[in-house]
């Protein structure tokens, strides 16, 4: 089912006396989540994706705007005539039923001529657990089950009324980091095998990039970005997805652009066609190609030349090197970075013996982004 | 190789004394002031004829036993203690639960209002006592308040105080019931503040009715504070006294209104009394009373769980 955003917009009146601004949680949200997709609601705290996700189920009434299931209006329509299911963060599991009976619950608040039998309602619910593999464990109460499988009984019972969209919301937040890794899959398997659209919140940015189709950028109740997830990775629209998106995260650099050259500091480090003015330059770990070590212990300086174009290596301060056996991060600090350190990343598949104080590096063009220093917005190439 | 053994061993028998050493002054007093007087009553109940100034008594044996069994003031204490625990235990139990749950509803007000409805517990049984008596008492002046509004209501009126039996007994437990009652919100009000909000939420997203969510959530979340106050609401109203006297004086025999621990206070230092023996041989049955109720309440809470 496609659900469908018209100018959603969700306003809290402020409880905070000295400050009266109400609050504006979700701002005139537009936007249509196509049918049998996986997305991913993404942002920090606070921005607003839990409200977005219970204004879908229809937990809460938006104070503005339309939510459409296909050709449906739903906004006025109670969660139950809606046809949603919910996962929660904490699962809410009725920790005095059995999973059966949990998995059933659903079922047997449906009246008249919905109403099921007990044996049709068990079928479903066997159906239910089958699905998420948790059929063996039908007969025990919730704090008998790992989180794991907590989770699982919660999908089933999400499921078991064939939801036309399923809504998670930080499904993975309470698990390990192993068990994350696994439940996600999960998540993506039941999603594919049912073709439900699937709609979950995460503050992950790793977690809603590895399985979702479409991912929503988020931040303090604005929609950011919408897009595939290397899409938004690739072509950040502004800072703030740029930074929230990737691990390690981007490295920020105050920049100015003079005569189509971008400089960081004094160094001219890659030609642009952007208008010449300050800017902010971000820069992906993996943007960065190591061209050379000054290691004045064995006299092999000189690393630092002008190519032909008139750009120059950036030339940093070596702080340490990290492996990790997949690859190799270099720690290094500039004037012209925004944080502390700079981190660059260099697969390992070329012995590196990197020791020296300075190293120097060209930049990938297409892993550098510009962006305004006033609006933050992204400066594209002309 | 032996001695060594020994060594240790005496060391850890040490250590497992030890435990036992800090729990001494607690032990001693206890079992001075708790455990000694628990066994003293005991042994009294079954001494003929036991005078506390010589220390005296005639023999042993069942005697203050079926003396007190055949004694129609006992009987009519147990009578009494009896309707007044059937009537008011379940009654303030369901009354506090529905009130806890209009409480919780609200939410401008509320700690207001749960001040309010926690002030009688903080008030002195016999001054509350007294504006029951203004409420229901009929006097030569007044018919009091309760009669007027019968009156007004085209009834006649009923002496409350000093009136036929079941009058008596109604008044009793109404006050019964008001007085256990803020206790009981209050224990009610905080259960039901702790059950986590999302499982009302994912009972919305199911489309559970309400009465639904309330039997089949609500009440099951907090049905261990159900059963806590019910095993204590049954042993503190076997164990009423002071209600009884608030309403209707100390002669409470002639009220035909006693209860068993009213009973026990008499055959010890009412008019009629310096028996320590059926006193304690009343209190016994009382004992096994409150604890074979006690005993099938939890029995039940367990064999829910």
């Known amino acids: 089912m496609e659900v469908v955003l018209e100018h959603l917009t969700k306003v809290f009146p402020s409880r905070d006396k000295k400050n009266p601004a109400d609050v504006y949680a979700v701002n005139d949200f537009d936007f249509t989540i196509p049918d049998g997709k996986l997305i991913g609601l993404l942002g920090p705290s606070g921005c607003g994706k839990s409200t977005t996700l219970n204004l879908i189920c229809g937990l809460l009434q938006p104070t503005q705007g339309r939510i459409l299931f296909g050709e449906n209006d739903v906004t006025n329509l109670p969660p139950e005539a809606r046809g949603v299911g919910l996962v929660f963060q904490n699962y809410a599991l009725y920790p005095h039923l059995t999973v059966r009976q949990n998995i059933m619950f659903p079922l047997q608040n449906l009246r008249g001529e919905e109403k099921l039998t007990k044996e049709v309602m068990n079928a479903k619910a066997e159906e239910a657990a089958k699905l998420v593999q948790i059929d063996m464990l039908m007969d025990r109460k919730p704090k008998e089950l790992s989180g794991g499988q907590q989770q699982r009984v919660a999908i089933a019972r999400a499921l078991v009324k064939r939801p036309q969209v399923l809504l998670l919301d930080e499904p993975l937040s309470n698990l390990d980091a192993r068990l994350r890794l696994q439940t996600r899959e999960e998540i993506k398997r039941i999603q594919t095998e049912t073709g439900i659209t699937t709609i979950f919140v995460t503050h992950d940015q790793e977690e809603a990039m590895s399985i979702s189709d479409l991912i929503v950028v988020m931040k303090d109740g604005i929609l950011q970005q919408i897009g595939r997830p290397q899409e938004v990775y690739d072509e950040p629209v502004n800072m703030f997805v740029a930074k929230f998106l990737g691990t390690p995260q981007i490295n920020m650099f105050d920049g100015r652009v003079s005569g189509g050259m971008l400089y960081l500091g004094e160094t001219p480090v890659m030609k642009t066609t952007a208008p010449d003015k300050e800017v902010h330059v971000g820069i992906r770990p993996e943007g960065f190609v190591l061209a050379g070590v000054d290691a004045p212990s064995t006299g092999t300086a000189g690393a630092v030349a002008t190519a032909d174009d008139g750009t120059k290596p950036l030339e940093c301060a070596l702080k340490a090197v990290e492996v990790s056996g997949r690859d190799v991060s270099i720690v290094s600090t500039n004037p012209a970075s925004q944080g502390v350190n700079i981190r660059s990343i260099m697969g390992s598949d070329r012995n590196l013996n990197i020791a020296g104080e300075t190293v120097s590096f060209r930049l990938k063009p297409h892993k550098v982004y510009l962006f305004d220093k006033e609006t933050e917005d992204r400066i594209y190439e002309q | ?305």
């Open chain 2, 1 to 305: 190789m032996n001695n060594k053994d020994s060594g240790s061993s005496f060391l850890k028998k040490i250590s497992e004394y030890k435990g036992w050493l800090y729990l001494l002054p607690a032990i001693i007093f206890l079992g001075i002031f708790m455990v000694y007087p628990l066994i003293d009553v005991f042994v009294y109940s079954f001494e003929e004829g036991y005078n506390f100034a010589s220390q005296s008594f005639f023999g042993t044996g069942m005697y203050n036993y079926s003396y007190v069994l055949h004694d129609p003031y006992f009987l009519q204490a147990v009578k009494n203690t009896f309707i007044i625990v059937i009537i008011t235990v379940p009654l303030s139990t369901v009354i506090a639960l529905f009130i806890s749950v209009l409480l919780s509803r609200i939410e401008k007000l509320r700690s207001l209002f749960q001040t309010i409805y926690f002030l009688p517990y903080v008030t002195n049984t016999l001054a509350v006592g007294l504006v029951f008596m203004i409420l229901f008492k009929k006097t030569a002046y007044t018919d009091g308040m309760i009669n007027l509004l019968i009156n007004a209501f085209g009834g006649s009126s009923v002496d409350f105080i000093d009136g036929p039996y079941w009058a008596k007994m109604t008044v009793m437990c109404i006050y019964t019931i008001w007085i256990v009652m803020p206790f009981k919100i209050l224990i009610l009000t905080s259960a039901l503040s702790s059950v986590n909000p999302d499982y009302y939420s994912a009972a919305r997203v199911d489309g559970t009715r309400p009465w639904r969510i309330f039997y089949r959530i609500t009440l099951p979340m907090i049905s261990p504070m159900i059963f806590y106050l019910v095993i204590t609401g049954f042993i503190g109203a076997f164990k009423a006294y002071s209600d009884e006297v608030a309403l209707f004086g100390v002669d409470l025999n002639s009220a035909g209104m006693n209860t068993i621990v009213g009973y026990v206070y008499d055959m010890l230092y009412g008019d009629s009394g310096g028996y320590p023996s059926f006193a304690s041989a009343a209190a016994i049955l009382l004992f096994i009373i409150v604890l074979t109720i006690t005993v099938i309440n939890l029995m039940i809470s367990d064999s829910d769980n």
